[in-house]
């Protein structure tokens, strides 16, 4: 069938299609956030749930050979919520307090971070069979967390400031934002992509390039649950694609908004374990 239209017909439809893309593009607009709100939601969900919190994790460490080593600690977190902060739109600074139970060798060494929004972290490492408390360099913070693929930065996150963001991707799931250091000089990788669930906002996938442009580091979230309301990352692998190793995190116990006080964070208690906070709740 043959179907001729006038030119009333065909400005007509020509209006209405205009009109009707119009009216989609500030909603298609709407749907996808700024690259800087991305990086922020994102940041919230995989640092700052709830005002604290407590984990316990267990690392398995295996090595190219297949050699496997474990080992478990608590976790503690504090956020210093900023006045007038509400929810969880609080992002500024941190502490965290990690104690190792096992294996034996670990046993009672403490890890523990003042986090900054504005300055280098504070760092320190209470060396139990020493007695021996030392301070961790801003420029050790990218070297292995006690033998795992894991970093020291790993553990209380990358400052947002630290890097600049681009958005490469966006699909049904998931934000690809690239991450490019502001001073190259302090880090060992040229750029790492990301990946950021769209429901969630919670990092699931990065993946890390050298100088070379070579890719040599990946982390993967395996599982999450939500608890307590909040999107919570339960199992995650590192790997060191340059030397065959792994990692896998696994989460248990985690429980939110639990008022710890902000006094176990000082620096005697590397030394006396705040045991009351330690035990499973």
Same mark, same amino acid.
């Given at each position: 069938?043959?179907?001729?239209?006038?030119?009333?017909?065909?400005?007509?439809?020509?209006?209405?299609?205009?009109?009707?893309?119009?009216?989609?593009?500030?909603?298609?607009?709407?749907?996808?956030?700024?690259?800087?709100?991305?990086?922020?939601?994102?940041?919230?969900?995989?640092?700052?749930?709830?005002?604290?919190?407590?984990?316990?994790?267990?690392?398995?460490? &295996?090595?190219?050979?297949?050699?496997?080593?474990?080992?478990?600690?608590?976790?503690?977190?504090?956020?210093?919520?900023?006045?007038?902060? *509400?929810?969880?739109?609080?992002?500024?600074?941190?502490?965290?307090?990690?104690?190792?139970?096992?294996?034996?060798?670990?046993?009672?060494?403490?890890?523990?971070?003042?986090?900054?929004?504005?300055?280098?972290?504070?760092?320190?490492?209470?060396?139990?069979?020493?007695?021996?408390?030392?301070?961790?360099?801003?420029?050790?913070?990218?070297?292995?967390?006690?033998?795992?693929?894991?970093?020291?930065?790993?553990?209380?996150?990358?400052?947002?400031?630290?890097?600049?963001?681009?958005?490469?991707?966006?699909?049904?799931? &998931?934000?690809?934002?690239?991450?490019?250091?502001?001073?190259?000089?302090?880090?060992?990788?040229?750029?790492?992509?990301?990946?950021?669930?769209?429901?969630?906002?919670?990092?699931?996938?990065?993946?890390?390039?050298?100088?070379?442009?070579?890719?040599?580091?990946?982390?993967?979230?395996?599982?999450?649950?939500?608890?307590?309301?909040?999107?919570?990352?339960?199992?995650? *692998?590192?790997?060191?694609?340059?030397?065959?190793?792994?990692?896998?995190?696994?989460?248990?116990?985690?429980?939110?908004?639990?008022?710890?006080?902000?006094?176990?964070?000082?620096?005697?208690?590397?030394?006396?374990?705040?045991?009351?906070?330690?035990?499973?709740?």
């Amino acid at each position: 069938m043959n179907t001729k239209y006038t030119a009333n017909q065909i400005a007509l439809l020509t209006l209405a299609l205009t009109t009707f893309g119009a009216l989609l593009a500030p909603l298609a607009t709407a749907q996808t956030p700024s690259v800087a709100n991305i990086v922020a939601k994102a940041n919230r969900t995989a640092y700052y749930q709830g005002k604290d919190g407590s984990a316990k994790v267990k690392m398995t460490i &295996t090595d190219a050979r297949g050699q496997i080593r474990n080992r478990e600690m608590t976790i503690l977190r504090r956020d210093d919520v900023s006045p007038g902060a *509400k929810g969880d739109e609080h992002c500024g600074d941190q502490a965290f307090y990690v104690y190792f139970h096992r294996p034996a060798d670990v046993n009672k060494m403490v890890f523990m971070v003042w986090k900054h929004v504005d300055k280098d972290d504070d760092r320190w490492l209470y060396l139990p069979a020493l007695d021996l408390v030392k301070r961790i360099a801003a420029s050790d913070e990218r070297t292995s967390f006690v033998g795992s693929d894991f970093l020291y930065e790993d553990v209380s996150g990358r400052g947002m400031e630290e890097d600049g963001h681009e958005l490469l991707e966006t699909t049904a799931d &998931t934000y690809l934002l690239k991450n490019t250091p502001k001073d190259p000089k302090l880090v060992e990788f040229s750029y790492y992509n990301v990946w950021i669930d769209r429901q969630t906002f919670m990092p699931v996938k990065a993946e890390y390039y050298d100088r070379n442009g070579k890719l040599y580091r990946r982390m993967e979230v395996l599982e999450t649950k939500e608890i307590q309301g909040y999107p919570t990352v339960t199992k995650a *692998k590192m790997s060191n694609l340059n030397t065959g190793g792994h990692t896998i995190a696994e989460y248990s116990r985690v429980k939110y908004d639990i008022g710890l006080p902000e006094k176990i964070f000082a620096e005697r208690y590397l030394r006396r374990a705040p045991r009351k906070y330690l035990r499973s709740r």
